[in-house]
């Protein structure tokens, strides 16, 4: 495989801005997402993409790589698509997206993702042809905590029969029709699936996804991967036993600076 890693890191946050430079635990916050990255098997390189100088200097003071990008991006994942197109990287087949903000993303889900996105599908039963190439793949993991079915701030998707995505929200989906609720965790088998914002995608695809302008249900929804949904393209969801610790607010910093400490003692 021939796979990149790229994390996306913008200063101008709108909930907690600077928030890669964050170094109270004595490494900048994008350090210790690279430092997650670099432990995955599958991953040739990693690059850190953004649109600020000194996140530029704050990077390449720890020994990795970052290259300026646009401030013009709507999303990461235009981002990604800005530095799949610079001849330095059009080589690789395989572009991974990484948040910058998820200090704790367990290198082997990277590892699943580039494994999946370059692995052909199974054909279709009776087809005598081969299945067309995986355009895109993201993570999920299933809800455990009721109150996280009904929160705006955890992306839900829902999958067909073989884990293709349906759709994304930040609304309760599916909706129980039945009591007006949701569905008692424990009574049944479970049927909300939580979002991670990690992507891996092939190059190909990457570029056309970044050549769509945004669609209406993205700037509805603020979430980028439904453009890929409205353009017709085919995401496999892949189902991860744990959800990372996205940092969004300083209360997250101050939980994921406490956990860091309490596990290097």
Do not use: W
């Not at 424990?186 to 769509?212: C, K, S, T």
């Amino acid at each position: 495989m021939s796979v990149i890693a790229v994390i996306p890191a913008r200063f101008g946050s709108s909930r907690y801005p600077g928030k890669p430079l964050l170094k109270a635990t004595g490494k900048f916050l994008i350090e210790h997402v690279v430092e997650q990255v670099r432990q995955a098997r599958h991953v040739q390189e990693v690059i850190v993409a953004t649109d600020d100088q000194r996140i530029i200097h704050a990077v390449e003071s720890f020994g990795a790589k970052a290259v300026l990008t646009a401030d013009t991006h709507c999303s990461g994942t235009d981002r990604v698509a800005e530095v799949a197109r610079r001849p330095e990287f059009v080589h690789y087949q395989y572009f991974l997206n990484v948040q910058g903000d998820e200090p704790e993303i367990p290198p082997e889900t990277i590892d699943d993702l580039a494994r999946l996105i370059a692995a052909s599908p199974p054909s279709e039963k009776g087809s005598e042809s081969a299945a067309p190439p995986r355009e895109m793949v993201t993570a999920a993991v299933k809800i455990t905590d009721p109150a996280a079915i009904n929160n705006p701030n955890v992306v839900k998707v829902v999958v067909d029969a073989v884990g293709r995505a349906l759709y994304f929200s930040r609304s309760t989906i599916p909706y129980r029709r039945a009591d007006g609720g949701v569905v008692p965790v424990g009574d049944q088998p479970l049927l909300y699936r939580q979002h991670l914002g990690v992507y891996a995608y092939r190059r190909d695809f990457l570029l056309r996804l970044a050549a769509h302008p945004p669609c209406a249900l993205e700037d509805c929804e603020k979430l980028e991967q439904l453009r890929a949904l409205f353009m017709g393209a085919t995401i496999l969801v892949h189902d991860v036993p744990l959800a990372p610790h996205g940092i969004d607010t300083p209360a997250d910093y101050e939980a994921f600076i406490h956990r860091y400490q309490r596990g290097c003692r």
